[in-house]
């Protein structure tokens, strides 16, 4: 198997590159080539492009990161554009792997930061090794059983009989007995998604660790039925405290099987490919982390949408919803989170640090029907080398104020903010 390590927006070739190449820039096979042109193409008309077509011999990626793997055996694992240098990769892939436990608000104690780090395999052989790592945990604390009823056809009386079918038997078939019984065992909606997803890391795992737990543990579900409707057995959930151990299960169970319950975004696993929009993940990374962060008396709600930006024949049109509110001592924030690196070098009216006019625009709809025109705005960018700290505040007004502030993404915290005594002060303007 050919194994391509990228960046997100990298370019990809089918032809020879001078050099040895770098994280923008790669050579795939032609059938890898032509797959992804086809794939692209099938999720476009869904509104989700995976690559860009340049010509006929270049492709650039869009802004996913993960790993693909392609019909003909090429994996492109695409990594966060985060990191300069040339310890990038290795920062990148750890990077991604946080950002993921994070999301799926996985204990340290479960999924600590040495695993993270130390695990050196594709991110689709690390997903299956915490879902693996948390179905072994389960199955020693010992699997859920429940009673259901059965209603079946035997030569003996077991349970209550079904007088009504038993009079409908026909004549050569009156010595069996229509029974009905409580059976009590483990086929249940969790354990059923959970086999599911045992049998499918079952084919797809190659790290010997995964494949040698997977076997194991398949030994001890053995007797679980295969869920058959993975979308109702995810509703027919239960999450009272006879099940609290299964809990750290259920999003890496729902990820393998390709649900979209523990994430919004979730990833889009084709066969051993699982992608993320950068976006959806970044902002959920930010929410997480503010969440762990922020203290206590201050709320943070995501995806407020009560404000529009206009009224059209008593009809409200256009739904304002930035991405997060943050409110404390009766004093509020408005913060939208963006994907982009920043330079703080690019200090001119020309290039004006790399921002965007229509984000400025935005922010300052949310401003005025928000904030009524007075307060304090934030857009969150990650924090890299060219943008290490936030940038001098941007005057809407004298009461609407907006701040560029960075996102530490190791550190999981924003670098400077004005939200109050309890998070750093932004600078000065």
Not at 26 to 41: G, Y
Not at 306 to 315: A, I
Not at 348 to 367: I, P, T
Request: aromatic share 10%; hydrophobic share 40%; charged share 30%.
């Amino acid at each position: 198997m050919r194994h391509v390590v990228v960046r997100e927006h990298a370019r990809l070739t089918t032809g020879r590159i001078d050099g040895a190449g770098s994280l923008d820039v790669a050579s795939v096979p032609d059938s890898a080539f032509d797959w992804l042109c086809k794939e692209s193409a099938r999720l476009r008309a869904a509104g989700a492009p995976l690559v860009e077509l340049h010509d006929r011999r270049w492709l650039r990626l869009d802004n996913y990161v993960g790993v693909i793997e392609t019909p003909c055996g090429t994996r492109i694992e695409i990594l966060p554009k985060a990191f300069d240098g040339a310890d990038e990769a290795p920062r990148a892939r750890a990077l991604l792997r946080r950002m993921l436990s994070r999301c799926m608000e996985v204990k340290p104690r479960e999924s600590g930061p040495a695993s993270i780090e130390t695990f050196d395999g594709p991110l689709t052989e690390w997903v299956m090794r915490q879902f693996l790592g948390a179905l072994d945990g389960l199955v020693k604390r010992g699997l859920r059983f429940d009673y259901h009823a059965v209603r079946e056809e035997q030569p003996y009386l077991r349970g209550r009989l079904e007088v009504g079918w038993q009079l409908r038997q026909p004549a050569g078939r009156a010595h069996l007995f229509q029974v009905e019984h409580d059976v009590f065992d483990a086929d249940r909606p969790e354990n059923r998604l959970l086999r599911a997803a045992l049998d499918r890391v079952c084919r797809s795992a190659q790290h010997p660790d995964n494949w040698r737990l997977s076997r194991e543990l398949a030994t001890r579900l053995a007797e679980v039925p295969c869920s058959r409707n993975i979308a109702a057995d995810f509703r027919r959930w239960r999450d009272d405290r006879l099940l609290a151990h299964y809990r750290p299960a259920r999003p890496w169970c729902s990820l393998v099987l390709n649900e979209q319950s523990p994430l919004a975004f979730a990833g889009h696993w084709r066969g051993h490919s699982l992608l993320f929009p950068m976006e959806k993940l970044f902002e959920r990374y930010v929410e997480v982390c503010l969440r762990r962060t922020l203290p206590a008396g201050t709320t943070l709600k995501r995806t407020p949408s009560s404000r529009y930006l206009c009224g059209h024949r008593s009809e409200q049109w256009f739904q304002l919803q930035p991405d997060f509110m943050a409110q404390r001592d009766g004093r509020r924030w408005v913060l939208d989170t963006k994907w982009k690196r920043l330079d703080a070098a690019l200090d001119n009216s020309r290039e004006k640090y790399g921002l965007k006019q229509a984000d400025f625009y935005q922010l300052f709809a949310y401003g005025h029907h928000y904030l009524q025109g007075a307060g304090e705005l934030l857009l969150v960018y990650p924090k890299t080398a060219s943008l290490p700290q936030s940038l001098p505040a941007f005057d809407y007004s004298d009461t609407l104020r907006l701040w560029v502030v960075p996102f530490d993404l190791e550190q999981g915290r924003l670098e400077s903010a004005p939200v109050g005594e309890a998070w750093p002060a932004a600078p000065a303007a």
